[in-house]
């Protein structure tokens, strides 16, 4: 691992701009690079800007703002399954993915007990993920399984265009597409 990357993954943290301490790993792979960075992440090569582009309208008509190019990300695994071998995982090499990756439809989510507003596009390799997620929890040493209703989605924007702020997904707040609606 790069020591410049390392040592500004820990700068970031002391200035609040990033939630875990922990080095940044990552390997580059064929659809994009998955990284840990408390959560399991895949940051694709070429991430949705041309379908953040064509929701414009959505976007102002319902007040909310793209995402940075830069921070477009898959969520692989939640940060509440990590955090017990976040210790472990530290320096080891993360599997490439060496699928592709095919956006479908795209939806918008409400929660409005917190006051949140996402937009973001389902991946249609949504078995071939959990896959691949089983594959580097095995090749890590983990035990844990992947999140069986994890819908496997890139967020493309929000009422503040942070990906912190997206409506997340978890055991006991999932994401269901049958309380979604559907933009396209």
Same mark, same amino acid.
């Given at each position: 691992m790069n020591q410049k990357i390392i040592k500004l993954s820990r700068i970031l943290f002391k200035l609040g701009l990033r939630k875990e301490a922990s080095d940044l790993?990552? #390997? *580059? &792979?064929?659809? &994009? =690079?998955?990284?840990?960075? %408390? #959560?399991l992440k895949l940051m694709p090569t070429n991430p949705p800007t041309d379908l953040q582009s064509l929701l414009s309208d959505y976007f102002e008509e319902n007040g909310l703002s793209p995402l940075p190019a830069d921070k477009l990300h898959i969520t692989l695994l939640n940060q509440t399954i990590l955090k017990p071998y976040a210790k472990e995982?530290? %320096? =080891?090499? #993360?599997?490439?993915?060496? &699928? *592709?990756?095919?956006?479908? !439809? #795209?939806?918008?989510?409400?929660?409005? !007990?917190e006051g949140k507003h996402s937009v973001f596009v389902v991946l249609e390799e949504q078995s071939e993920l959990s896959d691949y997620v089983s594959e580097v929890l095995s090749s890590l040493g983990i035990s844990a399984e992947p999140e069986s209703n994890r819908i496997y989605h890139i967020s493309l924007g929000n009422k503040t265009g942070s990906p912190f702020d997206s409506v997340g997904h978890s055991e006991e707040k999932p994401i269901r597409l049958e309380g979604c609606t559907k933009i396209i």
């Open positions: 790993e990552a #390997i *580059s &792979g064929a659809a &994009g =690079k998955t990284e840990f960075s %408390g #959560i995982l530290k %320096g =080891k090499q #993360i599997p490439q993915y060496e &699928g *592709s990756l095919t956006y479908k !439809d #795209i939806y918008s989510v409400v929660r409005e !007990d």
